[in-house]
């Protein structure tokens, strides 16, 4: 099926979402009065969002060599500034020279400037909240793993197909939590329940956690968790390139890093404010170096004019960046086809209003997912093409590799 793609000289493209894992499992309560810092924030006016917004929309249209999060301001719950990392974060943005506010919960925070629902969702990316994470239970999040592990929530990237376009559209700013020791725990009890069964948790299934590391230092202090675990083991996905504090730490095979690549076609008209794919071929050549269990997240897989041709140079692409990968690295690769929903394809329009993302739902079939909401996915024959495809090609050019899934 290689019909329906719009042509231009700019090359073709399709549609939407990652993993369809994206949900928010952060189920924290979202009182608590948001007081004089929402007033503060609301009074950044609307002269500065204007010169700000123009900013943003530069920024949201360039693909950068070394993106890191640096953002326009931090939020406080005031809980978080009790434990030693929330006090370690303050340290931080009151070092860079950042606007800090307070706020009642790190689930509500209003008042940001914008006056249009754009503008408002450029600002919430680049606003860091800081946070404690409330809640004893996880999400599930197959096929993946067994559950999600909530690092972070939201993204400072700007991919139009993104998966949080749906569940967190209406508050995309990015929340990273103190209580991580606190997460962990809950995350021992899940395996210890399941032993002597495997647990796998992943960390990314509502953020890129690479993206915030420099902020939230999670996963260097989850990955040497899990290291120690005799029945956790830990995951996670990224597009950002910024590996190098991890590669040192002592991870004993436990957790595998995988990080998302796709065809220069895709990554150029959908991939935002994130490192260019050859910079994360790099690091995954570091990663894998450092002995680290890899994996390779083809995500979306998106049906346009020379589809195979792309895939078929972006595998070779990978090959030529790791020409071996060792026994313990036990190579992986996720393909997920595109897919999106009825409110992410609003979001989408709204905040990214040229985008070529093809959403014609009449060319798709309506499936309903784990989450208790329905999507938009390729039909069967689309599925079946993609599924041979990549099991072909990843036979040919990775024999050593294994194929975990494709949906
Ligand atoms: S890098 Fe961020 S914006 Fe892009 S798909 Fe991943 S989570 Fe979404």
Not at 85 to 96: M, R, T, V
Not at 367 to 379: A, D, R, S
Request: glycine share 6%; charged share 25%; proline share 5%.
């Amino acid at each position: 099926m290689e019909s329906s793609v719009n042509s231009s000289t700019e090359t073709q493209a399709k549609t939407e979402t990652e993993t369809g894992a994206g949900s928010e499992a952060d189920t924290g309560a979202q009182t608590g009065a948001q007081s004089g810092p929402e007033t503060e924030a609301a009074a950044q006016t609307e002269a500065g969002a204007e010169a700000r917004s123009k900013a943003e929309a530069e920024a949201e249209t360039k693909t950068t060599a070394t993106f890191v999060f640096n953002p326009s301001r931090v939020y406080f719950e005031p809980r978080a500034l009790e434990y030693p990392l929330g006090q370690k974060i303050y340290e931080q943005a009151l070092s860079a020279g950042l606007p800090i506010l307070m706020a009642g919960s790190h689930n509500r925070i209003a008042g940001l400037p914008g006056n249009t629902p754009r503008r408002r969702f450029l600002e919430a990316k680049r606003t860091l909240v800081v946070g404690v994470r409330q809640g004893t239970t996880f999400q599930t999040s197959r096929p993946s793993a067994d559950y999600a592990l909530p690092l972070a929530t939201g993204c400072p990237g700007h991919c139009h197909y993104c998966y949080l376009n749906t569940n967190l559209s209406t508050k995309p700013y990015v929340r990273i939590y103190v209580n991580l020791a606190e997460i962990l725990e809950i995350a021992d009890k899940y395996a210890r329940e399941r032993a002597p069964r495997l647990t796998y948790f992943d960390g990314s299934c509502t953020s890129d956690p690479v993206a915030v590391e420099h902020w939230s230092h999670a996963l260097r202090t989850t990955i040497e968790h899990f290291a120690r675990s005799e029945f956790g083991r830990f995951r996670f996905v990224t597009k950002f390139a910024a590996v190098d504090p991890l590669l040192g730490l002592r991870h004993n095979g436990h957790t595998r890093i995988r990080f998302s690549v796709n065809t220069r076609t895709v990554a150029s008209q959908f991939e935002k404010a994130v490192p260019r794919v050859s910079e994360r071929l790099d690091a995954a050549a570091r990663v894998a170096s450092a002995g680290y269990p890899l994996g390779f997240h083809i995500s979306p897989v998106i049906i346009y004019h020379g589809w195979k041709k792309e895939y078929a140079e972006l595998l070779e692409e990978i090959r030529a960046k790791l020409p071996r990968t060792a026994p313990e690295n036990d190579l992986r690769f996720e393909i997920v086809a595109h897919r999106f929903t009825p409110r992410a394809k609003q979001t989408i329009l709204e905040v990214y209003p040229t985008t070529r993302l093809e959403m014609n739902e009449s060319q798709r079939k309506w499936k309903w997912g784990q989450f208790g909401y329905g999507k938009y996915v390729y039909g069967e024959e689309t599925y079946e093409e993609i599924t041979r495809f990549f099991t072909e090609n990843l036979h040919r050019l990775f024999p050593e590799a294994t194929l975990d899934y494709v949906v």
